[in-house]
């Protein structure tokens, strides 16, 4: 009997109604500045879209131009309600959204199960939101694709490098690592620590620690590989909730990271 992971935050983080969801994406996704790359990975904001939608849109805006080309895509994004040692596979066989129903890359599940550090945790997958708001993204940008869904708790750079490395693939796999930045700090306080957050990611420098980046394991695993594969990080947006639907007085902070192959 199949498992289906059912969405935990429509209506809350984004649009319950089909039509208004992708009419929203779609409006993002052709308000974002087109940026002419080849992305291998991306990194994406989390938050409710009327706060990082936009900024969502700009690093799924960037795949547009291989879209058809993608299959696979690999999803990492932290835990927010439940503790977890190492990443944790949903051990359902598909993820629904109001859009629609995702089908998970059973062979990439598998590929990985035997890695020490990769465990079974449908409880944090369940309400986990980090994951789950990316998909009408990448629902209404690709044509074709499974998931590899994977929550990361208590892990090292090196772990979570070990993992996208068994399942890096070729141009059919794009790789999705769900972070926001820093969080609850005065406006002015938070554009200096996210200015600095995204100059060690430019610059390839890890770990990102967690209260810059509440993704920062797998953003930092992310790195370690991207190091190993002579990937070029590209800054496309980087902007908090004061700037998008906010007050200023505390906000959090978003930013989208595209990673090419070197030329």
Not at 97 to 123: F, H, M, N
Not at 127 to 134: G, I, K, P, Y
Not at 136 to 152: G, R
């Amino acid at each position: 009997m199949s498992t289906v992971r059912p969405p935990a935050v429509a209506g809350m983080f984004y649009p319950a109604e089909p039509a208004q969801l992708a009419h929203d994406v779609q409006h993002y996704l052709e308000e974002a500045r087109p940026f002419g790359l080849v992305p291998k990975a991306l990194i994406v904001p989390h938050a409710g879209y009327i706060y990082s939608g936009a900024i969502a849109a700009s690093a799924y805006a960037s795949i547009k131009a291989i879209a058809s080309r993608i299959r696979r895509v690999v999803l990492l994004g932290p835990t927010h309600r439940v503790a977890v040692r190492g990443l944790a596979l949903p051990g359902a066989d598909a993820f629904d959204t109001p859009l629609g129903r995702v089908t998970l890359d059973v062979a990439g599940a598998r590929a990985i199960a035997s890695l020490p550090q990769v465990g079974i945790s449908a409880q944090a997958h369940a309400l986990e939101h980090s994951l789950e708001v990316q998909l009408p993204f990448l629902q209404s940008i690709l044509t074709d694709f499974t998931l590899l869904p994977l929550a990361v708790g208590m892990a090292t750079a090196e772990e979570v490098a070990e993992v996208l490395e068994t399942v890096w693939g070729g141009d059919e796999t794009l790789i999705v690592i769900s972070s926001d930045l820093s969080h609850y700090l005065p406006y002015a306080t938070a554009q200096q620590v996210d200015q600095a957050t995204a100059q060690a990611i430019l610059k390839l420098q890890q770990p990102i620690p967690h209260d810059q980046a509440c993704g920062g394991t797998p953003v930092s695993g992310l790195i370690v590989a991207a190091q190993k594969h002579r990937l070029s990080p590209h800054l496309l947006d980087l902007r908090n909730s004061g700037d998008t639907a906010g007050s200023h007085d505390r906000v959090v902070g978003y930013a989208a990271f595209a990673f090419t192959p070197a030329e």
